[in-house]
């Protein structure tokens, strides 16, 4: 399943208003037909994910004197995610990582599987290490959200020079 998720719109779905910098905004995925579409809500219009979501996360707003942010090497994202592996306790954080691997086209979703108890796992395969993984589907909690983006933040993201 390929699909290009569109960038953020700078305005809220629901009232049209433009975003300010800084401004806490919520983002969705829907399958509309044979395309993903991408919606950014204003944080007092959002009233959580709507039903049959594909995926949601809540963004900032740049500060307009905001220094751009570059993202780690793909490789060093590769690494992270096997080390994920080990650390049971934090398979949401590999899930999460897992779907930012896929829209940076470093890994490819195969398929989706259900377990006999009722597990749902992703099959993904990346072309640069000629491997296939299962990982399991493990939407975290919003506040287990908020905790995965900084850590991830701190982990992934380095300033501009």
Known sequence: MDFQVQRCTRQCAESQR?????????????IEGSDVVRY?????????????????????????????????????MLHLFEELEQQPE????????????????VMRLEEQEVDESGQEWMVVYCPKKEATWQVPVETPTAERTEAIQEELAKLLFADAT
């Open 40 to 76: 950014d809500y204003a944080a007092e219009a959002w009233r959580g994910p709507p039903e049959g979501v594909l995926g949601w996360w809540k963004s900032q707003m740049p500060s307009r004197d905001a220094r751009k942010l570059n993202w780690a090497p793909n490789d060093v």
């Open 90 to 105: 934090h398979r949401d954080m590999r899930y999460v990582l897992t779907l930012l691997l896929v829209r940076r086209r």
């Open 18 to 30: 433009q975003f300010e910098p800084e401004e806490i905004f919520y983002s969705v995925l829907i």
